[in-house]
């Protein structure tokens, strides 16, 4: 979606928005970590991100890179920016054929500082020499595909320190086609709200989005102010310094500070507030949560969907996928990235058959051995595996092997039973609670457009011992409410399902649309993810030293454990599921694993024969 739309829709309902600035780390792990939170924040409810351009275009591969991951698997409404120094035509081309096949609607085009080793800006031969320049070819080539943001300096800038000369050449480079202003940061808001007013005089319409600095420690709050020239209000000098040697203290301080700038703004009628995040989270949340502007359960983060969008090129009108990678969107859409079409009202009318494979980016466990270790320990017995799932549920943990993020809230009417299972052995990975037409704005349930209701299956995955595997079937079945799917490592898939299509346990309905069914249950989808989950469980292992008792511990349990799920397909059942579990619990829970005497089982792999009257499969292929 075009940032101005954005812009103008915050402006109409008088509803502030933000957005996040982030710039290319120098090192893969850097990326990764950066990644990482760009994740987290996109939990704070950003209308978007921008992704800056480094000098010259040195780190242009990389911006693009993350434009598209961004874009794709965050589903973060990103603008890209795009500056003229050190870029000829040709790679002008080719940044905006990427960000425009990532999905990218947005670009900030920018003339750029001076690379370090030169002094003076100077044009690029066949490249462009002003930002205006740079604006009209990418409308001329594109038309309107991109919307343009330009820059704005209220207290000029490196070069040009006329701020009248500087507005008329804002002008020029609206008139070329830009449609939205961001500023350089300041602190001084009595200076930017003049800015502004001297801009409308001249004819400057769209809208501007001020840049916002917040304060992380004394020392680069003095080193920002000082490289962009900006007025700092004796007022700040006064409050930051008698606590500059202590960042705590400054981070306190300067939120107290910047949000008061923040809602001077706000009240002006200036409906959006641009942060320069310097990839950091923490003070950017605060001045967020000191403004009241996070959501929370009165004012919770709306879901067009109950998953994540992708805003990928092909893929915004997506609104069907499995459930089975709700806990690991980023691998669904890796897996998923080459298709040519993506579901859209059914999940039989257009999805492709083939799931990406296993060796992709990002679709393995993440993390060295050292930090998953740190995390995870060194379990010696079944026992101290669910304790690490008992703790996750207990929001004391914040990410499983299967889970990349913390536990929803979705999940606490149901955490006691999921607790008591773990406690008996049974480790569950993903689970949803049965919900009976619950508002569309519920701060939980609540998904899709204002004044529909939303509907959910009890759903429950789980890993379970061979040893009870049989009993479980047998009780699934003798309940017609019930479906299974059960699949070891190797493929022996057992069913009661009546066929391989989908069946949805996930539905809304809302005013004026067809239903809904954005979450389903199906066979081809649920093996490709087999294998994804037993992988998972298997890099966790290798995690570990060949020969120690964790490794030879989580390779049995890969080995020879069963990957379950179960549909209550009467939705009036809230806890129709559990009783299933009834006095069966894990044998030897307690017991450390035993190296040297590996149970009968893990001797035996892809021989276990599995009691039932249900289909079966094996290696997905019936039998």
Known sequence: MHISKKLERAEREKKPMFSFEFFPPKTAQGVQNLYDRMDRMHGLGPGFIDVTWGAGGRLSELTCEMVKVAQSVYGLETCMHLTC????KSKVDDALKQAYNAGCTNILALRGDPPREKEKWVATEGGFRYAKDLVKYIKNSYGNHFDIGVAGYPEG?????????????????????????????FYDVEIFLNWVERCRAKGINAPIIPGIMPIQTHAAFLRRATWSGCNIPTKWTE????????????????KGLVAELCQRILDAGIMHLHFYTMNLAQATRMVLEELGLT????????????????LGLKRRDENVRPIFWRNRNSSYVVRTQDWDEFPNGRWGDSRSPAFGELDAYGIGL????????????????????????????????????????????????????????????????NSQPAVNGAKSSHPVYGWGPHGGYVYQKAYLELLISPELISELITRIERNPELTYYAVNKFGDLKTNTPGDGPNAVTWGVFPGKEIVQPTIVETVSFLAWKDEAFRLGSDWAACHLASSPSRHLLENVMETWYLVNIVHNDFHESHGIFPLFDGLVVRGLDEPFDVDGVSELSSKIGETKVNGTGRAHTNGIRS
């Open 295 to 310: 959501p929370s359960m009165d004012t919770p983060l709306k879901q067009a969907l109950p998953w994540r969008q992708s």
């Open 85 to 88: 120094t050190d870029m000829e």
């Open 239 to 254: 409050a930051l310094d008698p606590v500059k040697n202590d960042d705590v203290a400054v981070r306190e301080v300067g």
């Open 366 to 429: 993440k993390g060295t051995n050292e930090q998953n270790i740190k995390l995870w320990g060194e379990p010696q017995s079944l026992k101290d595996i669910a304790n690490l799932f008992v703790r996750y549920l207990k929001n004391d943990l914040e990410t499983l092997p299967w889970s990349e993020s913390p536990i929803s809230s979705e999940a606490n009417i149901i955490s006691k039973d999921l607790i008591d299972l773990n406690g008996r052995g049974f480790l569950t990975i």
């Open 157 to 185: 800038c490196d070069d040009q320190d006329d701020p009248e000369l500087l507005i008329d050449h804002l002008k020029e480079k609206i008139d070329a086609g830009g449609t939205f202003i961001v500023t350089q940061m």
